[in-house]
């Protein structure tokens, strides 16, 4: 929340209060309102609207509601039967019914009382809807992928920078303790000089067929031109607003890989102090895509079937987004399970100290670190340069698969060395989609 709205609020409560005594009928605040009995003074509340409410928002908006600081206050959708999915989520747990629904979300942007939103829409609307979302002065947690291609990255980097907005990318598993643990191995030298880090993704695949063209709903029901949004116009189909988008290369980032990518490389970046930069070269195959950073690291993206599917070489125990980091006196790998494995007893007795088991997809503390961060300015965990760089490099290994060649990169200009090609797919073209 800015300083200037926390004044601004303050400066309110407080003239209601000095104006009601100045009459001789009593007032009294409840002491909810001034933040006493374990609450948090409206003032200080961070409030929150929403953009996008599928099932992965509504799993996300469920561990921010608990944020005593918190108070989510209106949701925005193309989809009147997720609007009022959400709106029936935040309304019970606040047992009212002041949730203002917005087909529109630059109708939500408008309002000057809300501080910062959560963007969970589809790939194709999460750079634009972010920029416009920090243009209108609002902090941002986006879910990833945060950008469509390599040039939407770039886009919303340096729209954050420019706007000085806080920004958090939804991948919380920068937040969990064994994800952090491992890292913190591989940062302070328990592991030897790190040499190999292995990341996991879905079995790449692009699909640019259409569904069967049906009957295109009233727009109260679904707006499919606002759904489409920057995407290539094509027919409405059902499937693609239950979430059968995926896959679809104008919707998704990557040819899949970035679902998983946007996590697991994102780690592997973290753990090889790599958050400044990417990897300069890329070698796929029908298994894998191998990386080379310039101080001799090896990234390895290693396809998986199935998320859930057999995984040779992996700790089948420790679920899904498995990552391994591999130094010259050990290793350590991790996965959403919670659970940790290492190399060595001396090792074990390092991680033994890790206090509790967190879901790999538990969003509470990611939320957590991005409300704290709205309050202190501070750049969160997994903010809009860490995203950039991990984003691209995962895009640039997409590419490779997609394209089925080595390509060479530069770091510090974000574009492939002599591939022109290659270059020309660092962007697509968006679609008019304004009403």
């Not at 919303?156 to 937040?175: C, D, P, Y």
Request: glycine residues 6%; proline residues 5%; positive net charge.
């Amino acid at each position: 929340m800015s300083s200037e709205s926390q004044s601004t609020r303050r400066h309110f409560i407080q003239s209601t209060v000095t104006a009601s005594s100045a009459v001789s009928l009593p007032w009294i605040v409840p002491a909810r309102a001034l933040g006493r009995e374990g609450n948090v003074a409206a003032s200080e509340k961070i409030t929150l609207g929403v953009i996008g409410i599928g099932p992965r928002c509504r799993y996300v908006l469920k561990g921010m509601l608990t944020q005593p600081d918190v108070q989510c206050v209106a949701i925005a959708d193309v989809q009147a039967s997720r609007r009022e999915a959400g709106k029936k989520q935040v309304d019970e747990f606040y047992g009212n019914n002041d949730c203002v629904l917005y087909h529109d979300f630059r109708e939500l942007l408008a309002r000057k009382d809300i501080d910062a939103v959560l963007i969970a829409t589809g790939d194709r609307w999460h750079t634009t809807a972010s920029v416009i979302a920090a243009n209108a002065g609002k902090d941002i947690y986006c879910e990833k992928p945060c950008g469509l291609t390599i040039a939407y990255c770039q886009e919303l980097a340096e729209t954050i920078k420019n706007t000085k907005r806080v920004f958090q990318a939804g991948t919380q598993r920068r937040s969990v303790a064994n994800f952090q643990k491992a890292v913190e191995l591989a940062h302070t030298g328990q592991l030897g000089k790190i040499h190999t880090v292995h990341a996991s993704a879905y079995m790449p695949e692009v699909t640019k067929a259409w569904l069967p063209r049906e009957q295109t709903p009233d727009p109260k029901v679904v707006d499919w031109n606002m759904w489409l949004g920057p995407a290539p116009w094509r027919p409405y189909n059902s499937q693609y607003v239950a979430g059968r988008w995926r896959g679809h290369y104008d919707f998704e980032s990557g040819s899949r890989l970035l679902d998983w990518c946007a996590h697991t490389v994102d780690l592997c970046q973290w753990a090889n102090k790599a958050d400044e930069t990417m990897p300069i070269e890329y070698i796929p195959s029908d298994k894998n895509i191998i990386a080379h950073y310039a101080n001799g690291v090896k990234l390895v993206i290693h396809f998986l079937e199935t998320p859930f599917g057999k995984r040779p070489g992996w700790h089948q125990h420790l679920g899904t987004c498995p990552v391994r980091f591999e130094g010259d006196q050990g290793w350590v790998e991790v996965g959403d399970s919670g659970g940790i494995e290492v190399s060595s007893e001396a090792l074990k007795k390092q991680v033994s100290q890790i206090p509790k088991k967190e879901s790999g997809l538990d969003v509470k503390a990611h939320s957590r670190n991005f409300f704290d961060c709205i309050k202190s300015r501070k750049a969160p965990a997994a903010n809009a340069n860490v995203m950039r760089h991990s984003h691209i490099a995962s895009h640039a290994a997409a590419m490779s698969w997609l394209l089925n060649r080595n390509l060479k990169f530069d770091p510090k200009k974000e574009e492939f060395i002599n591939d022109n090609e290659a270059n020309g797919l660092r962007t697509r073209p968006a679609r008019q989609w304004q009403m």
